[in-house]
């Protein structure tokens, strides 16, 4: 559920009869909108600590789009929890579109990311994230991605770096059938490279995906996930290993509905001191 502000909007904050902002967008005979979404989630886990705890977090999200004359899009997103950092552009990032060629920059991921992925993780929390492997680029720096996506192909290229910009370069490339999918992607950090690839079945109620990295940051790394779906519920399971170390996960997400879902996750990873777990409700505004 997201909560829109149309150009002809103004939006008025106050707090008490103290102080008030007033916020109206420029009209330019085009559409444009401030979007204003979040998440949220509360619920219990061991992880981090190997005691039970409680853990919960709320997030807002801002996002804004235009158009041009020309018919060009543009606009930008950004977490509220990251304004500053978004101001200098290492969080949150800015983009221009037209057709299916896309330019972000700031905060943006590697092209071989882009491509290539993740398999599915578990739990309410993501319980350590191990069913990711490690892409190396774009770790707090401004960046750029370009993307073009048309019929069944999509194309990613990625530039960056703390000193110059063509310091961190990354590739990617999907070819997305519908029913499965094959990705590659290449990252070059300076002179130390990494490949990715990718592979996917999509069956309906049942979806299959796979994914190998071995990179001088990362090592070898290599995930496999299964998601089933029945009504209103999916499972989810997934094995991993990184560079010798290997984890699995099983886990559930029930929607309840208008945003909120009960999930919960259990994790073994040979990285953990024992099996972690969490279960709680998540929530999309």
């Known amino acids: 559920m997201k909560t829109t502000l149309l150009a002809s909007t103004a939006l008025v904050l ?12 420029a009209d330019t ?34 996002s804004g789009a235009g158009e041009t004359d020309g018919g060009l899009g543009f606009g930008f997103n950004f977490r509220a929890g990251n304004a500053s950092d978004a101001d200098d552009g290492t969080a949150g990032s800015v983009f221009i579109s037209q057709g299916g060629h896309t330019l972000a920059m700031g905060d943006v991921d590697s092209a071989a990311n882009a491509a290539v992925g993740q398999v599915s993780g578990v739990g309410f929390t993501g319980l350590g994230d191990r069913n990711e492997v490690g892409y190396s680029l774009n770790d707090g720096l401004p960046a750029v991605l370009y993307s073009y996506t048309g019929g069944e192909l999509a194309f990613h290229v990625g530039l960056g770096g703390a000193d110059d910009i063509g310091d961190e370069v990354s590739l990617g490339v999907t070819y997305d059938a519908g029913t499965f999918n094959v990705a590659v992607g290449f990252e070059d950090n300076d002179g130390d490279t990494g490949v990715f690839f990718g592979a996917g079945v999509d069956l309906g109620a049942v979806a299959l995906n796979a994914v190998l990295a071995d990179s001088d940051a990362n090592g070898e790394q ?40 009960l999930a ?17 409700i998540t929530m999309t505004f």
């Open 14 to 25: 106050s707090v008490g009869a103290a102080a008030a902002a007033d916020f109206t967008m």
């Open 29 to 62: 005979g085009h559409d444009h909108s401030i979007t204003l979404s979040g998440d949220a989630r509360m619920g219990i886990t061991n992880a981090n600590n190997d005691e039970m705890k409680f853990s919960s977090r709320a997030r807002v999200e801002f």
């Open 222 to 261: 290599w995930g496999v996930s299964a998601d089933f779906t029945s009504g209103a519920t999916s499972f989810t399971a997934f094995v991993s290993d990184d560079n010798g170390d290997g984890s699995w996960g099983l886990g559930a997400s029930h929607d309840l509905g208008g945003g909120a879902s």
């Open 264 to 280: 919960g996750g259990v994790v073994d990873s040979d990285n953990e001191d024992e099996v972690i777990y969490d279960l709680g």
